[in-house]
């Protein structure tokens, strides 16, 4: 529930108008109140402790300016509800708020007064992490300030290790440059097995009824890649990775409910491949690729959000929108723009959701890419995932899920996998590998209203995974179906800038050799239930 400071205004304005009869009255909004709750409210009980007090106290909250900066309106523009819900939207969508309400308090010739209601979280995250999944170990440990001094800015120092590589990071995102809805972010990353330097600098179709978006990616990355069967890897490479990008879009905003939205672009995608030394295996390496190709984008998003709790997340607000939502991608690369071949290069994505009866919903994403020439075919991959809930046992929730993916003539780096690190809590990360995946999970999840120390949230689950992933050609695979069921601890914290969930999940294999351990522990941190 939003917690604000103490305030004058009440929990409802019960004089003004409806939103309906305010828009057609040409009603524009008046003045904006800000209220901007700490991390811990007093008035709350449980929360007016000496410690509390003092981290209160430590928090910078977030500037009026900054929580401004992120609104979609402005005095003097026409009063539109739908603006409203889209800029407590766009609240809740940064890091530093828990939650964020945008609505009307007073209306007097012909200007509507708004009050835009947030709580900080606690953004600045010392942190030391462990993991497990599939067997294998990872952590880390760093600083990360999701809002510096209340500016909402980002600065992140991390170290980690996992089964790939160890890796120190610095990364900086600002959401906001210069007030400009201009969007910055730089990353350089040390690693064991190379180095990734980053930027980005994007002005984004920020809201529905935006009308223009430009940027610029860039991307060099220098890490060796690893290829793996039954959990064990079978070769390693390494791989040189740039990329650039810039493009510009235009659109004519929201109208009849959806926003129509163009792009064109042009990018440079560069690889170059190696044999790793030292290495064991075959001494193979993928050939080398050159593409560079101009391209033109549509993308299509219809208006139908809602706002939901207790799906994905314990005890916070989930934006989510049944409306349908599609993008096409097409490009051309060809030896004239420096490409070292002639190919269409083609990303498909489509989705859409609806609620088929009181407390269910489905949700359904699908997607397409690949490149396609006169006679050949390559890195094409087709896949989607469909995922059910319906409410029970009061609020909690039956999850079902389904995800399948399809691929011909992949690049040698990249492969279709299944195990412990991609959903198949039972078994070894990178298990099984493919030209064919599906995996089906079950879920009874229940959501708690304990609160420990008035600083996360409780939940647990237990679940059942069913998968495979297989080449449907050569009949490589060991074993066909996999199956595991588990049960799992969910812990959810309320107080800091991250929306993700620790899980801690005991997993029981009933398929495999014998080699697999009987019970699988998996504990790792994830933005979703």
């Known amino acids: 529930m939003l917690v604000a400071v103490a305030t004058n205004f009440p929990a409802r ?210 890490r060796i890649d690893s290829l793996y069967s039954l959990g064990e890897v079978t070769n390693r490479f390494t791989h040189e990775e740039d990329f650039v990008e810039l493009f510009g879009g235009f659109s004519r905003g929201l109208a009849q409910g959806r926003a129509r939205r163009w792009t064109v672009g042009a990018t440079l995608e560069r690889d170059r491949f190696g044999a790793e030394p030292g290495f064991a295996g075959p001494q193979f390496a993928p050939p080398n690729r050159d593409l560079v190709y101009p391209w033109i984008g549509l993308e299509v998003v219809h208006d139908r959000f809602f706002v939901v709790r207790d799906l994905d997340h314990i005890a916070r607000i989930e934006d989510r929108n049944l409306g349908r939502h599609y993008s096409v991608r097409l490009g051309l690369a060809a030896p004239a723009f420096g490409a070292d071949r002639s190919r269409a290069i083609l990303r498909v994505e489509h989705g859409f959701g609806l609620s088929p009866g009181e407390g269910q919903w489905i949700f359904f994403n699908s997607h397409a890419s690949g490149r396609f020439g006169s006679s050949k075919s390559e890195n094409v991959l087709v896949g989607g995932d469909l995922r059910y809930y319906a409410r029970n046992w009061g609020e909690h929730v039956l999850f079902a899920a389904m995800r399948f993916d399809l691929a011909i003539d992949l690049d040698p780096e990249n492969q279709l996998l299944l195990g412990g690190d991609s959903g198949l809590r039972g078994y070894p990360l990178r298990y099984q590998a493919g030209t064919r995946r599906y995996l089906l999970t079950l879920e009874q999840r229940w959501y708690t209203r304990w609160h420990p120390f008035k600083l996360f949230r409780v939940g647990a689950a237990a679940f059942v995974d069913v998968g495979r992933a297989w080449f449907p050609e050569s009949g490589r695979n060991q074993f066909d179906e996999l199956r595991n069921v588990g049960v799992g601890l969910r812990l959810g914290s309320s107080r800091t800038s991250t929306g993700s969930l620790v899980h801690v999940d005991l997993a029981m294999p009933l398929d495999g050799d014998d080699s697999i351990s009987r019970v699988q522990l998996f504990i790792s941190s994830r933005e979703s239930f």
Do not use: C
């Not at 308090?105 to 953004?123: F, P």
């Open 13 to 222: 304005a019960t004089d003004l108008p409806d939103d309906e009869e305010l828009e057609n009255s040409g009603a524009v909004v008046g003045e904006i109140v800000i209220q901007s709750a700490n991390v811990f409210d007093p008035q709350e009980e449980g929360e007016d402790r000496k410690v509390f007090r003092f981290v209160n106290r430590l928090h910078r909250r977030t500037r009026d300016r900054v929580t401004r900066g992120l609104l979609l309106f402005e005095p003097g523009d026409p009063y539109l509800r739908r603006t409203l819900d889209e800029s407590a939207r766009t609240l809740r969508e940064a890091n530093y708020f828990y939650d964020a309400n945008v609505r009307p308090i007073r209306y007097e010739d012909g200007r509507v007064d708004v009050l835009v209601e947030t709580r900080d979280v606690w953004s600045l995250r010392p942190g030391i992490g462990f993991g497990r999944a599939g067997g294998e170990n990872s952590f880390h440990f760093g600083l990360t300030d999701e809002n510096m001094l209340g500016l909402g800015k980002s600065l992140t120092f991390k170290h980690k290790s996992n089964v790939d590589r160890t890796e120190s990071l610095v990364r900086y995102r600002d959401p906001n440059l210069a007030g400009r809805r201009m969007v910055l972010e730089l990353e350089h990353s040390n690693n064991s097995d190379g180095r990734l330097r980053a930027l980005k600098l994007v002005r984004p179709f920020f809201s529905l009824d935006s009308r223009w978006a430009t940027g610029f990616r860039a991307r060099s990355d220098d």
